[in-house]
């Protein structure tokens, strides 16, 4: 007798635009797995209820999308993984021996991105631009990375002086400040653009000079044409770009792995997404 494939979800609201199920649904073709994945919008003063009816009915997982990473942080508090708890929100749920469990993977996805693309993480001074909850979630894994300097620049500059604060800096030095009080050296390995700005077409107001020779410019945001900040990027002689898509595919590997115990490829993945994106 066969079994039912398990369940697997996207929740948020709005959610429809989501490219999580079209991953998920390559991922599982690709490693064999039987799993369904789809995309499930909560109203937003039920997220806790809807949680609770997906497990009770045999869900194998869920991710978590705007505006409930929080939520899950809260459902989940008793059984958060590192990454989690360094984020202060969740994107990956899962019961194990009838538990909650929670985990942030975008900061995994960020960094595999990241090398995919070559960028020399080790050593690197970096220009985080933003301090909300994608800046929060990337934070602990770029200085894992070895990253020198990290001088994090956001719009209300108590955010980032809060944030910069928060985190134990290991190796890494860590500034907070809003943009008029970056430092005037500039020259950033890496800058990284953690802003909702590129949805109004705009960029971030980044000093003259902030790309050393060789650095890399990185939007979380994905579109199928370059955003303000990349355009920008290259106008100031940023030597590589990158959008987020590759962060999105590689967040999405993560929770699969923690899900299946098995790790998909992302490339094939991720240039497919591309091809679609811009077709
Ligand atoms: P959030 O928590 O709402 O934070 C928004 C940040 O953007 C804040 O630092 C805010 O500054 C700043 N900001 C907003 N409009 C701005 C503008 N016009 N100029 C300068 N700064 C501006 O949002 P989030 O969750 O961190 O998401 C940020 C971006 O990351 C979004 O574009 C999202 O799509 C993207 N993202 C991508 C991935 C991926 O997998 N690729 C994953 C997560 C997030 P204030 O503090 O001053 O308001």
């Known amino acids: ?93 899962w019961m194990a021996d009838g538990r909650l469990h929670g985990c942030n993977t975008d900061g995994v996805g960020l960094i ?8 020399r993480l080790a050593g690197a001074r970096v220009l985080l631009a933003g301090a909300g909850g994608a ?3 990337i934070l602990l894994p770029l200085i894992e990375a070895g990253c020198a300097r990290i001088d994090i620049a956001n719009r209300t500059a ?12 290991g190796q890494a ?12 050296s500039g020259g950033w390995d890496l800058v990284i653009n953690a802003t909702a700005s590129s949805l109004d077409d705009q960029a971030p107001p980044l000093p003259a000079g902030a790309y050393a020779p060789g650095a890399m410019a990185y939007d979380l945001m994905y579109a199928a044409r370059p955003t303000a900040f990349l355009r920008q990027a290259v106008a100031d002689g940023a030597s590589a770009t990158a959008d987020g898509l590759g962060m999105l ?17 992302p490339a094939p993945v991720l240039a497919a997404l591309r091809q679609l994106l811009s077709s």
């Open 173 to 184: 030095t860590l500034r907070g400040s809003g943009y008029a009080d970056l430092p005037a």
């Open 135 to 137: 800046a929060r979630g």
């Open 1 to 93: 007798m066969s079994s039912a494939p398990t369940r697997y979800a996207v929740i948020g609201n709005p959610v429809a635009h989501s490219k999580s199920p079209w991953i998920h649904a390559r991922f599982a073709q690709q490693t064999g797995q039987d799993l369904t994945y789809e995309a499930i919008c909560a109203p937003v003063d039920d997220f806790a209820a809807q949680v609770a009816g997906f497990f009770a009915a045999g869900g194998g997982g869920l991710n978590v999308t705007v505006p409930f990473k929080l939520q899950a942080f809260e459902l989940a508090r008793a059984h958060l993984s590192p990454r989690a708890m360094a984020a202060g929100a969740v994107n990956t749920l």
């Open 112 to 119: 595999a991105d990241l090398r995919r693309l070559g960028a």
């Open 249 to 265: 595919v590689g967040q999405a590997a993560e929770s699969f792995h923690i899900w299946r115990g098995v790790r998909p490829d």
């Open 158 to 169: 108590a955010r980032a002086e809060e944030l910069a604060a928060a985190f134990p800096a």
